[in-house]
Every structure is written in structure tokens, then in C-alpha cells.
């Protein structure tokens, strides 16, 4: 999140921010398990009515920004989010789920959902953007040393006339560079700005008719340390938040006793709130059982009318901020893939 600084005209200043804030979020989001581990490795699976909350807290003036994840939907798996930070009237909100296809050597991801961030000026505007989600590519399956890169092009349509058009380009087999990226910053009246560089390292303006940013200056530097997310001890969890939830998981894999870690994965699994299944090694045949066991109890709650309570969101069946700035965007019809179903911050008092 990047708060607004001071500035005699706001407008332009406020669409590079946010173009400059996503993009400075992409290497905590897609490279940080190659960097601590070597390779990207494969995430647990999260369950339906998983949670996870955090914290920034408040440095400089910045104000606090808090987020609050719950996994929605178990099949299709759907996490939905909502980051948000009161003081600088900023809330983001917003779904994401994988369709997975294989080409080439490499796994192939698309990213289904889309996030919409509102902006509550000082003097009462509300600014909204739509973010969409690049596709991501697997590569280096064949080397026993897969990384992540980020393909295609992903937008951010703004409510006041503004598009950003992010296109990803990684690394080729003859040779090039992983993780480059072009950025074009479009207003009602033409180009503005245009960053082109590495996404997980330090990008550049290559052009701009902004008055806030100087051709050849840096755009996003991503180099430093990243701030880490406060969370709560594990003590102090929820039998659903993430850390909880998966602690004997997560302990077994860190001290190699992979038989506590595949039992424990297995019975949340099946379910988060069953008991411990008596120390039970189960065989792959039962394995797989077991996991199939909580499709078909959502199976079975949809057929009965009660379906899964979500927590933080609500299910809406559209959604006009996404509806309204698709119309925007050169290919609209792959680009949001707009959703049936949209998850929307639950008020506190509901």
C-alpha cells in the first residue's frame, strides 16, 4: 500500500501511484519462496472457511492497514481478500482462483477474479479502479529448479478516465531476461507515462508527459527488504487462521517427520474441525478418499439448501465497479473474465 503524499494537484500524481503500488507488489507475491528456498515449491492446499488475518501497523503517518483473507470456496478453490486502510481512505477488495493447463514444459496458470481498490479523498471523492490479474507460467520443470514468471497483460482501469496496460514478458529459450515488463499509463488525452524494467528487481521511466516523474529516473525498486506482515502468535489463533491450522503441517515438514506431516494434512483435509484420526497411517487409495470426502459434503450442503457460511464476504451474483470499467479494456472478454460471483467485505455489524 502507498499512502498520498502531499501534492498541489493530485490527479495524475494519485493513477501513477497506483500503478507504481501494484507493481511494487508483485515480488512479494510470485518470487518469495524461489528466493528463501531455491525453487518455488508447491503451496498447501487451503481449505474452505481457512482464514488469516494482519496487520501493518502504523509508521510515519502511513496509519494502519489491516487485511483479512478467507478461503470461500473449496471447488472451485476461491480465496477472497480485502486489505484496507482507514486513515488514508483506502480499501481494496477482491477474488482470485486458477484454471491450470500444461503447454510446452511448463504449467500454465490462469488467474480467475479481479480486485477493485476505493479511494475516499479528503474532500469526499470516491475514486475506484479495477485491477485485473496476469496469467502466470511455470518454467524450469525440466531442470528440477521451477520459478514463477508473469505472461500476458494485465490492466487497471480507473473510474476517472485513466488505464494502465501492464505487459509481462519473461525469458525465452535462445536467451533474454525473466521477469520484464512494460507499463503504458493512458489518460483522456494520451499517453503519460511509460516504466519499462524487471518486476522483481528495479524498473525505470523509458517516457512521460508528467509533470511528477522524469524520463530515465527510477519507477519501482523492489531491491530493499520487504516489511513483513504482523500476525498474531500461534498461541492466540483460531482453530481456522492459516498458522493454526496448519502448525503440525508446517512443524512436520520443518523437521522432516513427513509421516506427522501427511497425517495432519490429510485430517484438515478432511475437515478442519475433525478430530485426530486415532494415528492412522492411511494408504494412497484412502488418501484420496478422504480428500474427496469435503467436495462431496459441499456437494451435499447445496443439494440441502444450507450452504457453507462465509465469515468476512458475501457472494453477489455481478458486480457494476467490474461490469462498468470492462467496457474500457481492448480485450475485453478474456481480460477480468467477469466473475458470477464477486466476494464483498461483510459489514462488522452483520
Known amino acids: 500500500m502507498v499512502h498520498r503524499t502531499s501534492c498541489p494537484a493530485p490527479g495524475l500524481w494519485e493513477r501513477q501511484l497506483t500503478l507504481h503500488a501494484l507493481q511494487a507488489t508483485l515480488k512479494g507475491q510470485y518470487t518469495t519462496r ?76 490462469k488467474q480467475v477474479g479481479h480486485a477493485i481498490l476505493t479511494h475516499t479523498l479528503p474532500n469526499g471523492t470516491v475514486e475506484k479502479y479495477l485491477i485485473t490479474l496476469p496469467r502466470l507460467r511455470i518454467d524450469g ?37 525473466s521477469h520484464q515488463y512494460k507499463a503504458t499509463l493512458v489518460g483522456p488525452t494520451g499517453a503519460t507515462t511509460v516504466a519499462e524494467g524487471l518486476w522483481d528487481t528495479v524498473s525505470k521511466v523509458t517516457s512521460t508527459r508528467s509533470r511528477y516523474v522524469e524520463t530515465g529516473e527510477v519507477f519501482v525498486d523492489v531491491t530493499g527488504a520487504k516489511e513483513e506482515v504482523t500476525v498474531k502468535p500461534v498461541e492466540e489463533q483460531g482453530e481456522w487462521e492459516t498458522r493454526k491450522l496448519w502448525e503440525l503441517v508446517a512443524k512436520g515438514i520443518r523437521t522432516g517427520d513427513y509421516e506427522i506431516a501427511s497425517r495432519e494434512k490429510t485430517r484438515i483435509e478432511v475437515s478442519p474441525h475433525s478430530t485426530v484420526l486415532g494415528g492412522l497411517i492411511f494408504d494412497s487409495d484412502s488418501v484420496f478418499g ?21 465469515k468476512y464476504f458475501d457472494h453477489v451474483e455481478s458486480d457494476p465497479d467490474c461490469e462498468s470499467r470492462t467496457v474500457y479494456l481492448p480485450s475485453r472478454p478474456s481480460v477480468p473474465n467477469p466473475p458470477t460471483r464477486r466476494q464483498s467485505p461483510r459489514r462488522a455489524d452483520q
Open 290 to 310: 478422504l480428500q474427496n470426502e469435503q467436495r462431496q459434503r459441499r456437494k451435499d450442503e447445496a443439494a440441502a439448501g444450507t450452504p457453507w457460511q462465509l
Open 34 to 109: 524461489n528466493e528463501k528456498m531455491g525453487s518455488e515449491k508447491k503451496p498447501l492446499n487451503p481449505v474452505l472457511g481457512e482464514l488469516f488475518f494482519g496487520t501493518w501497523p502504523d509508521k510515519n503517518g502511513r496509519g494502519e492497514t489491516t487485511l483479512t483473507v478467507e478461503q470461500v470456496s473449496h471447488h472451485p478453490p476461491i480465496t477472497a481478500y480485502c486489505i484496507a486502510n482507514a486513515s488514508k481512505g483506502l480499501v481494496l477488495t477482491g477474488h482470485n482462483a486458477q484454471k491450470t493447463s500444461f503447454s510446452s514444459g511448463s504449467i500454465v496458470v
Open 141 to 177: 520443470l525440466w531442470y528440477g529448479s521451477p520459478y514463477i514468471e508473469l505472461t500476458d497483460t494485465s490492466y487497471i482501469v480507473s473510474s476517472t478516465g485513466y488505464t494502465a496496460t501492464i505487459e509481462y514478458k519473461g525469458k525465452g529459450y535462445f536467451g533474454g531476461k
